[in-house]
């Protein structure tokens, strides 16, 4: 039966999200743009603590597995609604929360329950932990996992890692800051291509794994991204994430597989979290045009509208649409079903979305727009990313357009 | 709960009326389009399928239970085959879902059940109104309250079958609030004028509509003395056309693919290519985003929640979509494309009427 009815209990996190959003996040916004690499602890130790007090660990492994037996999943929507909300407060805050990164979506997705239950208990512990996911190298982005060049090489009980991956979010929180944990994609088989690509679990403090460089970027500057350097870095061999038989026969793709799933699932998160900085654009722009007094008015054709108020309905039926769609992702992934074209399409149009959305904003606004007094000229920079990572715009359009073509990747790229 | 998985129910009527739009609509439109004629046995068999009847409870000669989610599902699939068929078949809608949502109790045991328990007969609500800045909240045909009832004055246009109406549902502005009025066709003071020539939608017979001083009784206004409030009559005609809309974009999409798989240049399926192929994929992610604005709308009304801005923003992304899709559609069929062989451009012809077809079905 269709229906848009929010659950109850997303209903009540979503107040406390918004709490959040707006009284610890909104207030240091722009402070943490300023003073990029500073870290947000005040936010952080807060999510921490309310997580731990909540009965979870971590934003992506809430407590709702204890509970099985009380109706369908829902966790995946409201992580959905989490990162919407908390993007809403602040994006590059958002990265910054402990126990929500990437490699904890890569655990989930591919790990066996022992290695979720291993590596996920970091996020209840005392203090706050990181994890992150590396997959980009300096030759290669949008082309992994098929061109990874990280080698990892049994040497009995042990994995040694060589090799260097770029633009790891969050990646020295995970090892420097806290004792958290990067899910590295490497190759047990370089002339197999894709089909030799592992995930491989790297803790905070294993000798040979160093963060190098910390990049300078054009927002979201209160998340680290950076660069990390494996040599001879030997990891124990039940790190490599999985089933023993991902190891054992080489031409398996479920390597390759594990990452496809992993996106699955952060798709969609990086989808809402787009929306999150469009709708707060959105009602930013609506409020400032309020205080002239400029009121929108909804219900009118297009040939009788001022020009602003086109444009922002216009803003608004493309964040519900998307918005609409990426719920609808996260509610496949909760119901077990294949959500891959879903999770394309919608990361594909809130990348889109975002960005049409911020650079309309701060033109809309003109010298006020453009001005660091306010949040506009911010979420403009903010909102780039969201075409970028987690896969191009242009990625995700050639893997929605191999499906509804039936194509393989050979056949269209 | 969010679900976004139709009932049992819900998927075989889909299915019914899906193949429906395939097998007999999309067969018929061209000849449809090109003779300005529909054969009343392909009115007369989406008739029968009963989605209006199933929308209307059993007390006024209905069958089942309304259900505006049921009834957008229904529109879309029905306009995937042709969109002037559809708009043809549902008309009675347009006559029957505001008494529906809007009548008094004698109202609708009166009225809907000579609709409803018939064989298809053209009750036509005359809405539209031909100037550039026409919308549904603001009529410039005039009501005014007489000693026993009231006078219409005022112009309608693309009002379908008007020439053998049954029985019209006139739109008009009593006090600057949009209301409605039965009329009969052989009311004194009405003139059925030309038939349109319209850039789309040739199949369907439309009509403008003159009224000067037309008298109706007291009862005659939907809603008695007190009127009605046009809210959900509005949201409802805009979510149905979106909902149309998005079938229509669905055909295009449709029809696009597996003609780029074939279509070769260089030695290969233009499909390969990325600029046709990540065309098809914006294609299809509008289609599969603005559907969701149908039906989050309709399910509001539903609700009994207020799905006025909802119903709004559904239309505006289902006419752009509309008008993308099927313009690309043309675009990846190249010179093909804008011969009328093949049904692109009728698609696109009918894409660019969406917002102005607002009001011409309801669920």
Known sequence: ?413 | MYSFEPTEEQRMLIDAVERYAVNDLREAARDAEESGEIPRALIEKGWEMGVLQASVPEQYGGFGEHSAVTGVLAAEAMACGDLAIALAVMAPSTYVMPILYGGTEAQKEALIPPVIEAEWKPYVAALTESRFDFYLGEMSTIAKKTKSGYSLTGEKAYVPFADQAESFLVFAALDGKTQAFIVPPDAEGLTVGERDKLLGIHALPTFPLTLEDVKVPTNARLGGDDGFDPASVIASAQFTIAAMAIGLSKAALDYALPYAKEREVWGKPIAQRQSIAFMLAEMAIEVESNRLLAWEAAWMLDEEQDASKAAYLALTGASDTAMSVTDRAVQVLGGHGYIREHPVELWMRNGRGISTFAGMAMV
């Not at chain 1, 990162?83 to 990164?101: A, Q």
């Not at chain 1, 190298?137 to 991956?165: F, Q, Y």
């Not at chain 1, 903010?382 to 393989?408: F, P």
């Open chain 1, 1 to 413: 039966m269709i229906s848009f009815k929010m659950p109850e209990k997303i209903e009540q996190s979503v107040v406390i999200m918004e709490t959040i959003a707006e009284n610890m996040m909104r207030p240091v916004s722009r402070y943490f743009d300023e003073h990029e690499h500073e870290i947000p602890w005040d936010y952080i130790e807060f999510m921490h603590t309310s997580q731990k007090a909540m009965g979870g660990g971590g934003v992506l492994t809430d407590s709702e597995k204890k509970k099985k037996k009380e109706g369908p999943s829902i966790s995946f929507q409201r992580l959905a609604f989490t990162s919407e909300i908390l993007s809403w407060g602040d994006v590059g805050m958002w990265l910054c929360t402990p126990g929500g990164g990437l490699g904890g979506a890569a655990v989930n997705a591919t790990g066996t329950p022992e290695q979720k239950e291993r590596f996920l208990s970091h996020y209840r512990g005392e203090k706050p932990v990181f994890d992150a996911m590396a997959l980009t190298e300096p030759h290669a982005g949008s082309a992994m996992p098929a061109e990874v060049r990280m080698t990892a090489v049994r040497d009995g009980e042990e994995w040694i890692l060589n090799g260097e991956k770029i633009f790891v979010t969050a990646g020295n929180k995970a090892l420097v800051d806290s004792d958290g944990f990067v899910v590295m994609w490497a190759t047990i088989d370089p002339e197999a291509g894709r089909a030799g690509v592992r995930p491989f679990v790297v803790e905070a403090g294993t000798p040979g794994c160093t963060v190098t460089k910390m990049e300078h970027k054009l927002g979201i500057r209160s998340s680290d991204t950076v660069s990390i350097v494996l040599q001879d870095c030997r990891i124990p061999f039940d790190n490599i994430l999985g089933s023993p038989e991902v190891v054992k026969k080489k031409k398996t793709k479920k390597g390759f597989k594990g990452a496809m799933a992993t996106f699955d699932a952060t798709r969609p998160l990086v989808a809402a979290s787009a929306l999150g900085i469009a709708r707060a654009t959105i009602e930013l722009l609506k409020d400032m045009l309020l205080e002239q007094g400029v009121e929108i008015r909804y219900g009118l054709p297009r040939s009788t509208m001022t020009n602003i108020e086109r444009e922002i309905v216009d803003m608004e039926t493309l964040l519900r649409s998307t918005w609409l769609l990426t719920v609808k992702a996260m509610w496949l992934a909760d119901e077990r079903k294949s959500n891959t074209i879903e999770a394309s399409m919608c990361k594909v149009k809130a990348g889109d979305v975002v960005v049409k959305v911020t650079q309309r904003a701060v033109e809309l606004m003109g010298p006020l727009g453009y001005s660091r007094e306010y949040l506009l000229e911010k979420w403009f920079r903010d909102a780039k990313i969201n075409d970028l990572y987690e896969g191009t715009g242009q990625i995700n359009r050639l893997i929605v357009a191999r499906r509804i073509l039936e194509y393989s990747r050979h056949e269209l790229s």
